[in-house]
């Protein structure tokens, strides 16, 4: 059973981006993003603070705390 640990996608539409503009600013492949974005891998703890800076929120905001058991 899959847990969702990151919510990415949804700070994602909430500041009105899209995953290739957070794959262009990051240097990375859109497809690497969206793995993040529909959790089927997690952005270490380094890149997940990139992403948090660029979409103006704090590291916790990523992170699904509700889902995490």
Request: charge should be positive; aromatic fraction near 2%; charged fraction near 20%.
């Amino acid at each position: 059973m899959s847990k969702d640990l990151n919510c990415i996608k949804v700070v994602l539409v909430q500041k009105k981006k899209t995953g290739k503009w957070l794959a262009n600013q990051l240097g990375l492949s859109e497809s690497t993003v969206s793995r993040w974005c529909s959790n089927t891998a997690q952005p270490n703890l380094s890149t997940l603070n990139k992403v948090a800076k660029l979409l103006g929120v704090e590291m916790k905001d990523l992170l699904n705390n509700n889902k995490i058991q």
